[in-house]
């Protein structure tokens, strides 16, 4: 692991880092990804990371973000946490309104549709997240007193 993916994921759990990589990941992320020709994130590669495209469930428009995943069984694991925050990120919004969406692998997009998983599943998924991105443990001990969406992915 490269010493710039083991400071993120020393620093992922504090709150300052949070908000901060909250508002700036997504739009450096996006900036790297266009500058590399779709070859790199800033992300590092440690943290699977994908462009999931959402329909805007008040604007029918189409929102793409950044979003960490897992794979488990061929279907790609995201989760909701928000960084930690009170809210529901406005994508897990969007994909419990349309469950068809996109996700770019590889530059390729994939058509995907999303079904939440339910409590009784979600074990092995956030097992295999924080193993992933150890922060998310302390994202979903942030936002208690909030559901937090996970949701499978599965190729159509």
Known sequence: MST???LLKALGSRRWFAAVASRIAPPLDRLVYRASGGRRLAT???VPTFFLTTTGRRTGRPRRVPVSFVVDDGDFVIVGTNWGKPATPEWALNLLANPRAF???DRNPVAIEARLILEEDRKAGWDALVAM?????????RAQGRDIAMFRLAKI
């Open 103 to 105: 996700v770019e692998v």
């Open 44 to 46: 590092p590669d440690s």
């Open 4 to 6: 710039y993916a083991r």
């Open 133 to 141: 991105w150890p922060p998310y443990a302390a994202y979903r001990e």
